[in-house]
Nanobody, 120 residues
Framework: QVQLVESGGGLVQPGGSLRLSCVAS????????MRWYRQSPGKQRELVAR???????NYPDSVRGRFIISRDNGKSTTYLQMNSLKPEDTAVYYCNGDLFGTDWELNTYWGQGTQVTVSS
């Protein structure tokens, strides 16, 4: 059983920074794609960052230049560094990943989410 567990959320003032972490545990062979999504009340879940196996990253315009996704394969951890935070970044942030099992079957997993609140 593979689990993704996020941490690092909290309350931060506008203009501040936070770093979210997503640790993968359980029986898996390798990462394929890791993503961070966010969802605020009344809105659809939004993809905010993606990193593929080769290290290429993608961001929507709303966070490009402010958010950075990275991965430490040795620690089975994916990070989301969030800088210059705005009140509109307030949301629950979810880690999502496509991981290869030990049988090399590809499955998708979600974390439980971590709350980020940007407010003065």
């Amino acid at each position: 059983q593979v689990q993704l567990v996020e941490s690092g959320g909290g309350l931060v003032q506008p203009g501040g920074s936070l770093r979210l972490s997503c640790v993968a545990s359980g029986n898996f062979a390798s990462f394929n794609v890791m993503r961070w999504y966010r969802q605020s009340p009344g809105k659809q879940r939004e993809l905010v960052a993606r990193i593929i196996q080769g290290g290429e990253t993608n961001y929507p315009d709303s966070v490009r230049g402010r958010f950075i996704i990275s991965r430490d394969n040795g620690k089975s951890t994916t990070y989301l560094q969030m800088n210059s935070l705005k009140p509109e970044d307030t949301a629950v942030y979810y880690c999502n990943g496509d991981l290869f099992g030990t049988d090399w079957e590809l499955n998708t997993y979600w974390g439980q989410g971590t709350q980020v609140t940007v407010s003065s």
